[in-house]
Protein backbone atom coordinates (compact mmCIF):
# COMPACT_ATOMS: atom_id res chain seq x y z
CA UNK A 1 0.00 0.00 0.00
CA UNK A 2 1.24 3.49 -0.70
CA UNK A 3 1.69 6.55 1.85
CA UNK A 4 -0.80 8.29 -0.38
CA UNK A 5 -3.25 5.08 -0.59
CA UNK A 6 -2.84 4.59 3.20
CA UNK A 7 -4.04 8.60 3.81
CA UNK A 8 -6.84 8.22 1.93
CA UNK A 9 -7.76 5.07 3.08
CA UNK A 10 -7.40 6.99 7.12
CA UNK A 11 -9.67 9.40 5.91
CA UNK A 12 -12.36 6.99 4.37
CA UNK A 13 -12.35 5.31 8.20
CA UNK A 14 -12.59 8.73 9.66
CA UNK A 15 -15.48 9.38 7.84
CA UNK A 16 -16.93 6.20 8.30
CA UNK A 17 -16.55 7.01 12.04
CA UNK A 18 -17.92 10.24 11.90
CA UNK A 19 -21.08 9.22 10.66
CA UNK A 20 -21.63 7.13 13.53
CA UNK A 21 -23.49 8.24 16.63
CA UNK A 22 -21.46 9.05 20.09
CA UNK A 23 -22.01 10.11 23.25
CA UNK A 24 -18.96 10.74 26.06
CA UNK A 25 -17.61 13.62 28.18
CA UNK A 26 -16.24 15.41 24.69
CA UNK A 27 -19.07 14.95 22.03
CA UNK A 28 -19.72 18.59 22.93
CA UNK A 29 -17.21 20.99 23.82
CA UNK A 30 -16.92 24.45 24.96
CA UNK A 31 -14.07 26.37 24.36
CA UNK A 32 -13.82 30.72 24.66
CA UNK A 33 -15.47 31.34 21.30
CA UNK A 34 -18.21 29.10 21.13
CA UNK A 35 -19.50 25.01 21.50
CA UNK A 36 -17.08 22.14 18.94
CA UNK A 37 -18.21 18.51 17.89
CA UNK A 38 -15.14 16.52 16.94
CA UNK A 39 -14.85 12.98 15.60
CA UNK A 40 -17.01 10.39 17.72
CA UNK A 41 -13.98 8.33 19.73
CA UNK A 42 -11.85 5.72 17.64
CA UNK A 43 -10.70 3.15 20.14
CA UNK A 44 -11.05 5.47 22.89
CA UNK A 45 -9.84 8.60 21.63
CA UNK A 46 -11.60 11.70 20.60
CA UNK A 47 -10.45 14.23 17.62
CA UNK A 48 -10.89 18.14 17.13
CA UNK A 49 -10.16 18.66 13.72
CA UNK A 50 -9.10 22.18 11.97
CA UNK A 51 -9.96 24.16 14.73
CA UNK A 52 -9.64 27.64 14.46
CA UNK A 53 -7.09 29.22 16.56
CA UNK A 54 -6.74 33.08 14.64
CA UNK A 55 -8.33 34.55 12.12
CA UNK A 56 -7.83 33.74 8.39
CA UNK A 57 -4.23 36.01 7.74
CA UNK A 58 -6.44 36.91 4.34
CA UNK A 59 -6.58 40.43 2.65
CA UNK A 60 -5.55 43.33 4.80
CA UNK A 61 -4.56 40.94 7.27
CA UNK A 62 -1.62 39.13 5.54
CA UNK A 63 1.63 40.06 7.06
CA UNK A 64 0.28 41.12 10.62
CA UNK A 65 0.37 39.46 13.76
CA UNK A 66 -2.01 36.71 14.19
CA UNK A 67 -5.70 38.17 14.83
CA UNK A 68 -8.08 36.59 17.78
CA UNK A 69 -11.02 34.32 15.90
CA UNK A 70 -14.38 35.77 16.46
CA UNK A 71 -16.88 34.20 18.43
CA UNK A 72 -19.66 31.83 16.82
CA UNK A 73 -23.14 30.80 18.37
CA UNK A 74 -23.78 27.88 16.68
CA UNK A 75 -22.27 24.49 17.16
CA UNK A 76 -19.37 24.40 14.67
CA UNK A 77 -18.38 20.88 13.53
CA UNK A 78 -14.19 20.27 14.20
CA UNK A 79 -14.66 16.93 12.27
CA UNK A 80 -11.91 17.85 9.58
CA UNK A 81 -8.22 19.17 9.19
CA UNK A 82 -8.02 22.93 7.89
CA UNK A 83 -6.28 23.86 5.00
CA UNK A 84 -2.66 23.23 4.97
CA UNK A 85 -0.30 26.46 4.59
CA UNK A 86 0.70 28.13 1.37
CA UNK A 87 4.05 26.16 -0.02
CA UNK A 88 5.31 24.16 -3.19
CA UNK A 89 5.22 20.53 -3.33
CA UNK A 90 8.98 19.30 -2.61
CA UNK A 91 9.57 16.32 -0.63
CA UNK A 92 7.66 13.34 -1.44
CA UNK A 93 7.70 12.08 2.08
CA UNK A 94 5.17 14.30 3.13
CA UNK A 95 1.81 13.21 3.20
CA UNK A 96 -1.43 15.34 3.75
CA UNK A 97 -4.47 14.95 4.86
CA UNK A 98 -5.87 18.38 4.26
CA UNK A 99 -7.98 18.81 1.30
CA UNK A 100 -6.39 21.63 -0.24
CA UNK A 101 -3.76 24.49 0.32
CA UNK A 102 -4.99 28.34 1.83
CA UNK A 103 -3.75 31.35 3.07
CA UNK A 104 -6.49 30.23 5.70
CA UNK A 105 -4.41 28.00 7.52
CA UNK A 106 -4.18 28.99 11.14
CA UNK A 107 -5.98 25.64 12.45
CA UNK A 108 -5.08 23.25 15.15
CA UNK A 109 -5.88 19.47 15.85
CA UNK A 110 -6.59 18.18 19.45
CA UNK A 111 -6.37 14.63 20.59
CA UNK A 112 -7.99 13.60 24.10
CA UNK A 113 -8.43 9.99 25.57
CA UNK A 114 -9.04 11.80 28.76
CA UNK A 115 -12.26 10.68 30.41
CA UNK A 116 -13.74 13.92 31.47
CA UNK A 117 -12.77 17.61 31.09
CA UNK A 118 -11.71 17.66 34.82
CA UNK A 119 -8.97 14.58 33.65
CA UNK A 120 -6.34 17.75 33.77
CA UNK A 121 -3.97 15.18 31.41
CA UNK A 122 -0.60 16.58 30.32
CA UNK A 123 -0.29 18.56 27.04
CA UNK A 124 1.94 17.74 24.33
CA UNK A 125 1.71 20.75 21.68
CA UNK A 126 3.63 19.77 18.31
CA UNK A 127 4.92 21.90 15.55
CA UNK A 128 5.77 20.07 12.00
CA UNK A 129 8.66 20.16 10.11
CA UNK A 130 9.45 21.40 6.16
CA UNK A 131 12.30 24.21 6.56
CA UNK A 132 9.67 27.07 7.33
CA UNK A 133 8.16 26.47 3.78
CA UNK A 134 6.31 23.36 3.81
CA UNK A 135 4.39 20.55 6.29
CA UNK A 136 1.58 20.41 7.71
CA UNK A 137 0.02 19.12 10.69
CA UNK A 138 -2.31 16.86 9.23
CA UNK A 139 0.53 14.14 8.29
CA UNK A 140 -0.28 10.57 9.34
CA UNK A 141 3.11 10.53 10.93
CA UNK A 142 2.39 13.39 13.44
CA UNK A 143 -1.07 11.90 14.45
CA UNK A 144 -1.91 12.35 17.93
CA UNK A 145 -4.01 9.38 18.65
CA UNK A 146 -1.04 7.05 19.75
CA UNK A 147 0.38 9.28 22.41
CA UNK A 148 -3.41 10.26 23.61
CA UNK A 149 -3.86 6.92 24.40
CA UNK A 150 -0.67 7.00 27.00
CA UNK A 151 -2.72 10.05 28.50
CA UNK A 152 -1.64 12.95 27.17
CA UNK A 153 -3.88 15.59 25.11
CA UNK A 154 -1.97 16.37 21.91
CA UNK A 155 -2.18 19.66 19.79
CA UNK A 156 -0.87 19.62 16.17
CA UNK A 157 -0.54 22.99 14.55
CA UNK A 158 -0.57 24.48 11.35
CA UNK A 159 1.34 28.23 10.93
CA UNK A 160 2.21 30.25 7.92
CA UNK A 161 5.15 29.45 5.94
CA UNK A 162 7.51 31.23 3.42
CA UNK A 163 6.93 34.23 2.03
CA UNK A 164 3.43 34.37 3.73
CA UNK A 165 5.34 33.48 7.18
CA UNK A 166 8.58 35.65 7.32
CA UNK A 167 8.76 38.79 4.97
CA UNK A 168 9.52 41.94 6.42
CA UNK A 169 9.50 44.80 4.58
CA UNK A 170 9.85 48.37 5.76
CA UNK A 171 5.99 49.46 5.27
CA UNK A 172 5.40 46.18 7.63
CA UNK A 173 7.18 47.54 10.41
CA UNK A 174 6.01 50.75 10.09
CA UNK A 175 2.58 49.64 10.26
CA UNK A 176 3.41 47.31 13.18
CA UNK A 177 2.52 48.36 16.61
CA UNK A 178 5.42 47.44 17.47
CA UNK A 179 7.62 48.30 14.48
CA UNK A 180 8.69 44.54 13.46
CA UNK A 181 8.05 42.72 10.87
CA UNK A 182 9.18 39.03 9.47
CA UNK A 183 8.15 36.57 12.54
CA UNK A 184 4.51 36.18 11.38
CA UNK A 185 4.72 32.41 11.40
CA UNK A 186 6.78 32.31 15.36
CA UNK A 187 3.72 34.49 16.22
CA UNK A 188 1.36 32.15 15.13
CA UNK A 189 2.88 29.26 17.29
CA UNK A 190 2.95 31.53 20.09
CA UNK A 191 -0.93 32.42 19.30
CA UNK A 192 -1.38 28.78 19.10
CA UNK A 193 0.17 28.54 22.48
CA UNK A 194 -2.14 31.03 24.00
CA UNK A 195 -5.15 29.49 22.47
CA UNK A 196 -4.07 25.95 24.42
CA UNK A 197 -3.42 28.04 27.80
CA UNK A 198 -7.35 29.40 27.63
CA UNK A 199 -8.85 26.11 26.17
CA UNK A 200 -6.81 23.04 26.90
CA UNK A 201 -8.73 22.18 29.88
CA UNK A 202 -11.85 22.04 27.87
CA UNK A 203 -10.83 18.92 26.28
CA UNK A 204 -9.20 17.33 29.48
CA UNK A 205 -5.70 18.62 29.65
CA UNK A 206 -3.76 20.65 31.91
CA UNK A 207 -2.45 24.16 30.77
CA UNK A 208 0.26 24.36 33.72
CA UNK A 209 1.63 20.84 31.96
CA UNK A 210 2.27 22.25 28.54
CA UNK A 211 5.27 20.60 26.28
CA UNK A 212 6.20 21.94 23.20
CA UNK A 213 8.03 19.33 20.74
CA UNK A 214 8.90 19.32 16.80
CA UNK A 215 11.03 18.41 14.42
CA UNK A 216 13.59 19.78 12.10
CA UNK A 217 11.98 23.20 11.23
CA UNK A 218 9.30 22.39 14.47
CA UNK A 219 13.01 21.88 16.72
CA UNK A 220 13.89 25.44 15.66
CA UNK A 221 10.55 26.80 16.26
CA UNK A 222 10.68 24.97 19.59
CA UNK A 223 14.10 26.41 19.95
CA UNK A 224 12.98 30.03 19.42
CA UNK A 225 9.92 29.88 21.24
CA UNK A 226 12.26 29.24 24.13
CA UNK A 227 13.78 32.58 23.60
CA UNK A 228 11.39 34.56 22.91
CA UNK A 229 10.53 36.28 26.35
CA UNK A 230 6.95 36.98 24.69
CA UNK A 231 6.54 33.01 24.73
CA UNK A 232 7.07 32.90 28.67
CA UNK A 233 4.88 31.12 30.73
CA UNK A 234 3.57 28.85 28.11
CA UNK A 235 5.26 25.80 28.31
CA UNK A 236 7.06 23.70 31.10
CA UNK A 237 9.05 21.34 28.72
CA UNK A 238 10.61 20.99 25.17
CA UNK A 239 11.46 18.49 23.01
CA UNK A 240 13.74 18.71 19.63
CA UNK A 241 13.78 16.64 17.08
CA UNK A 242 16.81 17.31 13.97
CA UNK A 243 16.97 20.88 14.86
CA UNK A 244 17.74 24.50 16.27
CA UNK A 245 17.79 27.84 16.28
CA UNK A 246 21.26 27.92 17.17
CA UNK A 247 24.58 28.15 14.59
CA UNK A 248 21.94 29.18 11.88
CA UNK A 249 22.22 32.68 10.36
CA UNK A 250 20.18 34.97 11.98
CA UNK A 251 18.84 38.56 10.00
CA UNK A 252 18.59 41.77 11.53
CA UNK A 253 15.22 43.63 10.98
CA UNK A 254 17.03 45.77 8.73
CA UNK A 255 18.49 43.07 6.44
CA UNK A 256 15.51 41.28 6.02
CA UNK A 257 13.26 44.28 5.17
CA UNK A 258 16.04 45.20 2.55
CA UNK A 259 15.62 41.34 1.52
CA UNK A 260 11.74 42.07 1.61
CA UNK A 261 12.00 45.36 -0.64
CA UNK A 262 14.02 44.02 -2.47
CA UNK A 263 11.61 40.63 -3.40
CA UNK A 264 8.38 42.87 -3.77
CA UNK A 265 10.40 44.93 -6.38
CA UNK A 266 11.34 41.73 -8.34
CA UNK A 267 8.19 40.31 -7.95
CA UNK A 268 6.68 43.48 -9.77
CA UNK A 269 5.07 45.12 -6.49
CA UNK A 270 5.54 48.90 -6.07
CA UNK A 271 4.55 49.10 -2.26
CA UNK A 272 2.92 46.49 0.25
CA UNK A 273 -0.66 47.44 -0.70
CA UNK A 274 0.33 46.18 -4.06
CA UNK A 275 1.94 42.83 -2.67
CA UNK A 276 -1.37 42.67 -0.43
CA UNK A 277 -3.60 42.23 -3.57
CA UNK A 278 -1.34 39.77 -5.60
CA UNK A 279 -3.07 36.42 -5.70
CA UNK A 280 -1.63 33.94 -2.96
CA UNK A 281 -0.39 31.58 -5.94
CA UNK A 282 1.39 33.75 -8.10
CA UNK A 283 3.42 35.26 -4.38
CA UNK A 284 3.84 31.38 -3.73
CA UNK A 285 5.21 31.29 -7.47
CA UNK A 286 7.62 34.41 -6.99
CA UNK A 287 8.78 33.32 -3.99
CA UNK A 288 10.17 30.03 -5.13
CA UNK A 289 11.08 31.72 -8.70
CA UNK A 290 13.00 34.63 -7.06
CA UNK A 291 14.28 32.16 -3.80
CA UNK A 292 12.91 34.21 -1.17
CA UNK A 293 15.03 33.80 2.13
CA UNK A 294 13.10 32.81 5.10
CA UNK A 295 13.64 32.36 9.10
CA UNK A 296 14.79 33.83 12.17
CA UNK A 297 14.53 37.98 12.07
CA UNK A 298 15.68 39.76 15.16
CA UNK A 299 12.68 42.25 15.29
CA UNK A 300 13.24 43.52 18.54
CA UNK A 301 9.49 42.26 19.44
CA UNK A 302 9.09 38.62 19.22
CA UNK A 303 13.20 38.28 19.04
CA UNK A 304 14.98 40.75 21.35
CA UNK A 305 18.27 39.63 20.28
CA UNK A 306 19.57 36.27 18.60
CA UNK A 307 18.79 32.93 19.97
CA UNK A 308 22.30 32.35 20.65
CA UNK A 309 22.72 35.17 22.61
CA UNK A 310 19.77 34.58 24.78
CA UNK A 311 20.80 30.80 25.24
CA UNK A 312 23.87 32.10 26.19
CA UNK A 313 23.16 34.33 28.72
CA UNK A 314 20.59 32.29 30.25
CA UNK A 315 17.47 34.25 29.74
CA UNK A 316 15.73 31.51 28.07
CA UNK A 317 12.57 29.48 29.32
CA UNK A 318 14.17 27.46 31.91
CA UNK A 319 12.16 24.01 31.03
CA UNK A 320 13.84 20.67 30.45
CA UNK A 321 15.01 19.96 27.52
CA UNK A 322 14.92 16.58 25.42
CA UNK A 323 16.74 16.75 22.12
CA UNK A 324 18.63 14.62 19.52
CA UNK A 325 19.31 13.27 15.91
CA UNK A 326 19.27 10.62 13.72
CA UNK A 327 23.10 8.96 12.86
CA UNK A 328 22.23 9.54 9.21
CA UNK A 329 20.66 12.88 8.96
CA UNK A 330 22.09 13.85 5.78
CA UNK A 331 23.58 11.52 3.06
CA UNK A 332 26.96 11.71 1.07
CA UNK A 333 25.67 13.46 -1.89
CA UNK A 334 24.50 16.80 0.21
CA UNK A 335 28.26 16.66 0.35
CA UNK A 336 29.55 15.76 -2.93
CA UNK A 337 27.05 16.11 -5.75
CA UNK A 338 26.73 14.01 -7.93
CA UNK A 339 30.20 12.82 -7.15
CA UNK A 340 30.69 9.17 -5.99
CA UNK A 341 32.42 8.55 -2.48
CA UNK A 342 35.78 8.47 -2.72
CA UNK A 343 38.33 9.48 -0.67
CA UNK A 344 40.02 12.26 -3.50
CA UNK A 345 36.17 13.80 -3.80
CA UNK A 346 35.75 13.95 0.05
CA UNK A 347 38.65 15.47 0.41
CA UNK A 348 38.37 17.92 -2.30
CA UNK A 349 35.30 18.99 -1.01
CA UNK A 350 36.68 19.33 2.39
CA UNK A 351 39.32 21.68 0.93
CA UNK A 352 36.49 23.36 -1.20
CA UNK A 353 34.46 24.19 2.05
CA UNK A 354 36.95 24.72 4.80
CA UNK A 355 40.30 26.10 2.77
CA UNK A 356 43.16 25.88 5.03
CA UNK A 357 41.32 24.11 7.68
CA UNK A 358 40.75 20.98 5.82
CA UNK A 359 43.47 19.23 7.20
CA UNK A 360 41.97 19.61 11.05
CA UNK A 361 38.70 18.50 9.38
CA UNK A 362 39.94 15.47 7.71
CA UNK A 363 41.51 14.31 11.13
CA UNK A 364 38.17 14.42 13.03
CA UNK A 365 36.55 12.29 9.78
CA UNK A 366 39.33 10.25 8.58
CA UNK A 367 38.92 8.46 5.34
CA UNK A 368 41.57 5.89 3.75
CA UNK A 369 38.83 3.36 1.26
CA UNK A 370 35.49 4.53 -0.44
CA UNK A 371 33.35 3.24 2.27
CA UNK A 372 35.52 5.22 5.12
CA UNK A 373 34.75 8.28 2.69
CA UNK A 374 31.22 7.28 2.33
CA UNK A 375 30.88 7.63 5.57
CA UNK A 376 32.93 10.41 5.95
CA UNK A 377 31.10 12.12 4.02
CA UNK A 378 27.85 11.45 5.70
CA UNK A 379 28.91 12.03 9.19
CA UNK A 380 29.68 15.64 7.67
CA UNK A 381 26.89 16.22 5.73
CA UNK A 382 25.01 15.11 8.99
CA UNK A 383 26.92 17.55 11.32
CA UNK A 384 26.05 20.29 8.75
CA UNK A 385 23.05 19.92 7.98
CA UNK A 386 21.38 19.38 11.73
CA UNK A 387 23.38 17.56 14.20
CA UNK A 388 25.59 20.68 15.35
CA UNK A 389 23.58 22.58 15.79
CA UNK A 390 21.13 20.35 17.84
CA UNK A 391 23.94 19.55 19.89
CA UNK A 392 24.86 23.30 20.44
CA UNK A 393 20.97 23.73 21.57
CA UNK A 394 21.73 20.85 23.94
CA UNK A 395 25.76 22.30 25.07
CA UNK A 396 24.06 25.80 25.70
CA UNK A 397 20.87 25.43 27.66
CA UNK A 398 23.01 22.35 29.51
CA UNK A 399 25.31 25.00 31.00
CA UNK A 400 23.05 28.44 31.51
CA UNK A 401 20.40 26.74 32.18
CA UNK A 402 18.81 24.91 35.62
CA UNK A 403 17.24 22.29 34.24
CA UNK A 404 18.29 18.83 33.42
CA UNK A 405 18.59 18.23 29.75
CA UNK A 406 18.52 14.94 27.78
CA UNK A 407 20.33 13.88 24.44
CA UNK A 408 19.64 10.76 21.68
CA UNK A 409 21.02 9.59 19.00
CA UNK A 410 18.63 7.35 16.92
CA UNK A 411 20.09 4.73 14.86
CA UNK A 412 17.25 2.31 14.02
CA UNK A 413 17.51 2.41 10.01
CA UNK A 414 14.03 2.03 9.24
CA UNK A 415 12.85 -0.67 6.51
CA UNK A 416 13.06 0.79 2.89
CA UNK A 417 10.06 2.02 1.09
CA UNK A 418 8.61 -0.72 -1.03
CA UNK A 419 9.47 1.31 -4.58
CA UNK A 420 12.96 2.07 -3.28
CA UNK A 421 16.23 0.58 -3.92
CA UNK A 422 18.71 3.10 -2.31
CA UNK A 423 20.43 1.61 0.64
CA UNK A 424 21.42 4.12 3.62
CA UNK A 425 23.92 4.49 6.19
CA UNK A 426 21.42 5.14 9.25
CA UNK A 427 18.45 6.43 9.37
CA UNK A 428 18.14 9.74 7.18
CA UNK A 429 16.32 13.45 8.25
CA UNK A 430 12.52 12.35 9.59
CA UNK A 431 13.00 8.62 9.60
CA UNK A 432 12.14 9.05 13.73
CA UNK A 433 8.97 10.71 13.31
CA UNK A 434 6.43 8.18 13.39
CA UNK A 435 8.46 5.80 15.87
CA UNK A 436 8.52 8.91 18.44
CA UNK A 437 4.73 9.47 18.22
CA UNK A 438 4.22 5.69 18.00
CA UNK A 439 2.62 6.07 14.67
CA UNK A 440 4.11 3.28 12.36
CA UNK A 441 0.95 1.60 11.64
CA UNK A 442 0.06 4.97 9.59
CA UNK A 443 2.81 4.95 7.72
CA UNK A 444 2.24 2.33 4.48
CA UNK A 445 5.11 1.17 1.80
CA UNK A 446 7.03 0.00 4.67
CA UNK A 447 7.40 -3.99 5.93
CA UNK A 448 7.68 -3.30 9.98
CA UNK A 449 9.47 -5.63 11.49
CA UNK A 450 9.33 -6.46 15.48
CA UNK A 451 12.64 -4.43 16.29
CA UNK A 452 11.00 -1.60 14.43
CA UNK A 453 7.83 -2.18 17.10
CA UNK A 454 10.10 -2.25 20.15
CA UNK A 455 11.81 1.43 18.74
CA UNK A 456 9.17 2.89 18.50
CA UNK A 457 7.20 1.77 21.92
CA UNK A 458 10.48 2.93 23.40
CA UNK A 459 10.74 6.32 21.99
CA UNK A 460 7.39 7.10 22.74
CA UNK A 461 7.43 6.02 26.02
CA UNK A 462 10.28 7.89 26.58
CA UNK A 463 8.41 11.03 25.08
CA UNK A 464 5.29 9.91 27.00
CA UNK A 465 7.55 10.61 30.61
CA UNK A 466 8.75 13.42 29.38
CA UNK A 467 5.60 15.20 28.51
CA UNK A 468 4.16 13.75 31.93
CA UNK A 469 7.27 14.53 34.23
CA UNK A 470 10.35 16.47 32.66
CA UNK A 471 12.32 12.95 32.92
CA UNK A 472 12.59 10.36 30.20
CA UNK A 473 12.56 7.82 32.40
CA UNK A 474 10.11 5.26 34.08
CA UNK A 475 9.79 1.27 34.61
CA UNK A 476 10.33 -1.09 31.77
CA UNK A 477 12.83 1.60 29.79
CA UNK A 478 16.69 1.90 29.86
CA UNK A 479 18.06 4.53 32.61
CA UNK A 480 18.47 7.84 30.88
CA UNK A 481 21.07 10.26 32.58
CA UNK A 482 21.42 14.09 32.18
CA UNK A 483 23.56 15.71 29.96
CA UNK A 484 24.51 17.25 33.24
CA UNK A 485 25.43 13.90 34.82
CA UNK A 486 29.05 13.37 36.07
CA UNK A 487 29.96 10.94 33.37
CA UNK A 488 27.58 11.89 30.19
CA UNK A 489 25.58 9.53 28.23
CA UNK A 490 23.71 9.61 24.78
CA UNK A 491 20.64 7.58 24.82
CA UNK A 492 21.39 5.36 21.61
CA UNK A 493 17.82 4.68 20.84
CA UNK A 494 16.95 1.30 18.55
CA UNK A 495 15.30 -2.04 18.65
CA UNK A 496 18.30 -2.66 22.07
CA UNK A 497 18.11 0.91 23.50
CA UNK A 498 21.04 1.82 25.93
CA UNK A 499 23.41 4.82 27.42
CA UNK A 500 26.52 5.25 25.05
CA UNK A 501 29.71 7.36 26.00
CA UNK A 502 29.54 10.77 24.35
CA UNK A 503 31.43 10.51 21.08
CA UNK A 504 31.56 13.17 18.02
CA UNK A 505 32.57 15.75 20.51
CA UNK A 506 35.59 16.85 19.03
CA UNK A 507 34.02 17.11 15.84
CA UNK A 508 31.08 19.64 17.30
CA UNK A 509 33.58 21.43 18.91
CA UNK A 510 35.67 22.15 15.72
CA UNK A 511 32.78 22.92 13.74
CA UNK A 512 31.68 25.69 16.65
CA UNK A 513 34.70 27.38 15.58
CA UNK A 514 35.17 26.88 11.88
CA UNK A 515 30.95 27.71 11.66
CA UNK A 516 29.29 24.66 10.29
CA UNK A 517 28.18 26.78 7.22
CA UNK A 518 25.46 24.97 4.75
CA UNK A 519 26.15 26.17 1.75
CA UNK A 520 26.69 22.78 0.23
CA UNK A 521 22.97 21.33 1.98
CA UNK A 522 19.77 21.04 1.23
CA UNK A 523 17.52 23.93 3.02
CA UNK A 524 16.79 22.88 6.37
CA UNK A 525 13.48 20.97 7.08
Same mark, same amino acid.
Given at each position: ?10 ? +???? %? ?40 ? /?????? +? ?9 ? *? ?17 ? #? ?29 ? /? ?55 ? $? ?6 ? @? ?5 ? @? ?5 ? &????? =? ?9 ? !??? +? ?15 ? &? ?33 ? %? ?17 ? =? &? ?20 ? !? ?55 ? $? ?20 ? *? ?11 ? %? ?40 ? !? ?6 ? #? ?29 ? *? ?22 ? %? ?11
Amino acid at each position: MSLRHAALLFS +CLLG %LVAAGAAEGPFNRVRIANGDLTGLPPAAGVWSFLGVPYAQPP /VGALRW +CEPQAVADWTE *VRRADRVGPRAMQPSLWRD #MIFRSEQMAEDCLYLNVWTAADSPDSRRPVL /VYFHGGGFVAGDGSEPRYDGASLARRGIVVVTVNYRLGIFGFLAHPELTQESPHRAS $GNYGFLDQ @QAALRWV @QRNIAAF &GGDPR =RVTIGGQSAGA !ASV +CVQMASPLSRGLFVGAI &GQSGSALGSRDRSLGEAEQAGRKFATEAGAASLAE %LRRMPAERLLAASSQLQFS =R &GVVIDGFFLPETPHEIFFTGRQ !ADVPLLAGWNSAEAGSPSLLGVEPPTVENFQRAVQRLYGPAAAEVLKLYPASTPAEA $GAAATALASDRFSAYRTWKWLD *VHSKSGGQPVFRY %LFTQLPPAEVSSASVALGPPHSAEIPYALGNLALIGGRAWTE !ADARTSAT #MAGYFENFVKTGDPNGPGLPRWPWVQASIPE *VMMIRAESGGEPEAGLERYLLLDT %LGPGDGALRPGR
